[in-house]
T-cell receptor
Framework: SQQGEEDPQALSIQEGENATMNCSYK?????LQWYRQNSGRGLVHLIL?????REKHSGRLRVTLDTSKKSSSLLITASRAADTASYFC?????????????FGTGTRLKVLA | DAGVIQSPRHEVTEMGQEVTLRCKPI?????LFWYRQTMMRGLELLIY????????DSGMPEDRFSAKMPNASFSTLKIQPSEPRDSAVYFC?????????????FGQGTRLTVV
């Protein structure tokens, strides 16, 4: 069963706009991670936020985590055409009862030039 | 480091044939994962190894699927006999300390087509 569920499933924006994706999960976690997948390629790790953190930044990426709501959001600011990809959240760790990385269904982001 | 290396990148085979996918994890990583990705089912975890030992194979769809990790630098995923519904992209990933503590590094995947 899916641990993480992203929404929206698809998002289309203009270059320069901000993109926000959300992830909801079901169990306790040690951390939550966001990955990007370009078409036909493997997943690439973007950012990891630990369960005791509420917000984390990395370049144009901002991730928030609300453990009380079991949700996270990924914000990409000033989007570029190169940001076009699918974005996945992943959870796991001892707190969730599994050592497996469980991925959500992904958000397909399209940035129009 | 060259990252996680998978081979072959593409495989086309006829139904009923045996297929073997290969993976070389990043040196020093102690956890290895095999995933399958399709449009219909998304990214599914098939099996997870820790220190070369299979820990959880609950995602392996059927007895036709088997995975081995004979040493820390090599793993195989075998499908015998293959069926058209096995067509998918198969990814191998490895991590340093195990899930929940560090990120996973993915290979480029093997696109399998069974005709």
């Amino acid at each position: 069963s899916q641990q993480g569920e992203e929404d929206p499933q698809a998002l289309s924006i203009q270059e320069g706009e901000n993109a926000t994706m959300n992830c909801s999960y079901k169990t306790s976690i040690n951390n939550l991670q966001w990955y990007r997948q370009n078409s036909g390629r493997g997943l690439v790790h973007l950012i990891l936020i630990r369960s005791n953190e509420r917000e984390k930044h990395s370049g144009r990426l901002r991730v928030t985590l609300d453990t009380s709501k079991k949700s996270s959001s990924l914000l990409i600011t000033a989007s570029r055409a190169a940001d076009t990809a699918s974005y996945f959240c992943a959870t796991g760790g001892l707190a969730s009862g599994t050592y497996k990385y469980i991925f959500g269904t992904g958000t397909r982001l399209k940035v129009l030039a | 480091d060259a990252g996680v290396i998978q081979s072959p990148r593409h495989e086309v085979t006829e139904m009923g044939q045996e297929v073997t996918l290969r993976c070389k994890p990043i040196s020093g990583h102690n956890s290895l994962f095999w995933y399958r990705q399709t449009m219909m089912r998304g990214l599914e975890l098939l099996i997870y190894f820790n220190n070369n030992v299979p820990i959880d194979d609950s995602g392996m769809p059927e007895d036709r699927f088997s995975a081995k990790m004979p040493n820390a630098s090599f793993s195989t995923l075998k499908i015998q006999p293959s069926e058209p519904r096995d067509s998918a992209v198969y990814f191998c990933a490895s991590s340093l300390k195990g899930v929940g503590y560090t990120e996973a590094f993915f290979g480029q995947g093997t696109r399998l087509t069974v005709v």
